[in-house]
Each structure stands twice: as C-alpha cells, then as structure tokens.
C-alpha cells in the first residue's frame, strides 16, 4: 500500500438496516478537490471483497484524491445477505454514497466498478485469498461494474462512471442483464476498460452494447489481456492512470 496515503475503517448502515465496513482512502498532503471516488468491488462468488482494490484506492489517495472502498451485504464484515442478482445491493451503494457527502463534504462523486475476483491472484492459495482479503468465505453473488452502473442515476453527485471488465457478454446477461437498461440510458459521462481477451465479453459485444449508450460514453481496450489479468494487481497502477485520466476530461 502507498506511503503517500492513510485509511481509515468506518460503519456505513444502509436504508434497509444492513452495516457496511467501508474504507477511506486519503492523501497524506493536499487534496485536490472535493471529488471522491467510490470504488465497487468484484463479483464476491469469486471471492470479490473491497480488499481487491486497496491497490487502486491507494493509488488514487497517492495523487490527491479521496478513495472509498467497502464491502457490500454478506462480504467480509459487513451484515445481511447478498442478492443474486444484485439488486439489493444497489442500496449499499446508494447507502455509502450519501455517507460520503454527508461526511467527507463532497457533493461530486466518480462511479469505479470492478467486476472479476480473486482468480486474477493465481498462485495464491484460495483460502488465504478469501479470507485474507475479506475477512471470511465469500459465497455471495455480486458485480461491482453492474450494480454501480445501475446506481448511476440514483445518486445526483455522482458525476460520472468508469468500468473495469463490464459483463455484457451473453452468459453474464442472465445474472446481471437486467442492470444494462440503467448505464446504458445515463446521461452522464462512462469509460469502459476491458482487455481484448476478456472470457465475459468480446470486443464486438462491448461495441454493440455501447451503440445504444446514451451521453457521452468512452472504451479502453488493453490488447491480449483476459478479465482477471486485468482486474488483478498487476494492472493497478495502469488503471489508477486511466481513470485520472478520465477525470481531468470530465
């Protein structure tokens, strides 16, 4: 983790009762401005836990933003149960959204889904990586780059949306289709990342899905790189770059 940051731990309760362990990530000099940026984390059946993007979180604090990671319903230390389809969920995201205005002053928040898990850390031993990473076996199903696209539009502040490896390919639809409709008929402005090798979606799906988009909507394509690869440490620093990136466009 970054020496240029600090964190801290805090309760988020959502409107339905359920407390979320969340992360905030800071600069430890100078902050920006007041844009926070709220990371979504991987499909949990995976293992997916905000865990997985302390690296990304980090990064950002290191160049002066505010990054907030939490564990949605059923996660880690968080309560409640998990949806399969993830629509409850939805009300986390909402849920830590308003903690961020209320608490950290901010009226502009950035949207970052992330939708693998923790197969990108190949090598690992898989105890050690669920339990290490989110406090306990995960065994729920949720996708960050979905639910945080449908709670786009939920949420006033938010200001804009970057996805890491959305699922529009045809399997993935059965689970999480249902959440397309919402990011795709926002307004505000999104950036796609995905490698060209991605398992979930091809290149082509991703195109024909963006066709409909409306608002003002950008693709990164990483050439040869498949769904974990991307999503897993190694491409931490690169996706801390796009997404600067795309902020200083905004």
């Not at 731990?9 to 009762?17: I, K, L």
């Not at 898989?126 to 065994?139: I, L, N």
């Given at each position: 983790m970054s020496r240029d940051c600090t964190v801290e731990?805090?309760?988020?309760?959502?409107?339905?009762?359920v407390n979320l362990q969340a992360r905030i990530f800071s600069p430890k000099e100078g902050i920006k401005d007041n844009l926070v940026i709220v990371l979504v984390h991987p499909y949990s059946v995976f293992g997916g836990c905000q865990g997985l993007l302390r690296g990304i979180a980090s990064g950002l604090a290191s160049k002066g933003y505010r990054a907030v990671t939490f564990d949605m319903r059923g996660v880690g230390r968080s309560t409640g149960r998990a949806s399969l389809t993830g629509f409850q969920e939805i009300k986390d995201v909402v849920a830590v959204c308003k903690w961020v205005c209320h608490n950290l002053s901010s009226d502009r928040i950035l949207f970052v889904g992330s939708s693998a898990g923790l197969s990108a850390y190949e090598?690992?031993?898989?105890?050690?990586?669920?339990?290490?990473?989110?406090?306990?076996?995960?065994?729920s199903n949720v996708n960050g780059a979905p639910i945080s696209g449908s709670a786009v539009d939920e949420v006033e502040q938010v200001i804009a949306y970057v996805s890491l490896g959305y699922p529009f390919g045809m399997?993935?639809?059965?689970?999480?289709?249902?959440?397309?409709?919402?990011?795709?008929?926002?307004?505000?402005?999104?950036?796609?990342?995905?490698?060209?090798?991605?398992?979930?979606?091809?290149?082509?799906?991703?195109?024909?899905?963006?066709?409909?988009?409306?608002?003002?909507?950008?693709?990164?394509?990483?050439?040869?790189?498949?769904?974990?690869?991307?999503?897993?440490?190694?491409?931490?620093?690169?996706?801390?770059?796009?997404?600067?990136?795309?902020?200083?466009?905004?």
């Open positions: 731990t805090c309760t988020v309760e959502t409107s339905d009762g090598g690992v031993n898989f105890d050690v990586r669920v339990q290490g990473f989110c406090g306990k076996e995960a065994g399997i993935s639809s059965i689970l999480f289709g249902r959440h397309h409709k919402a990011i795709l008929q926002s307004p505000k402005p999104k950036l796609f990342v995905m490698g060209t090798r991605d398992g979930f979606t091809s290149v082509n799906q991703l195109k024909n899905k963006l066709k409909s988009a409306a608002g003002r909507v950008e693709t990164h394509l990483i050439e040869g790189v498949s769904h974990f690869q991307m999503e897993g440490p190694a491409y931490d620093a690169q996706m801390v770059d796009l997404i600067l990136e795309f902020i200083t466009s905004l």
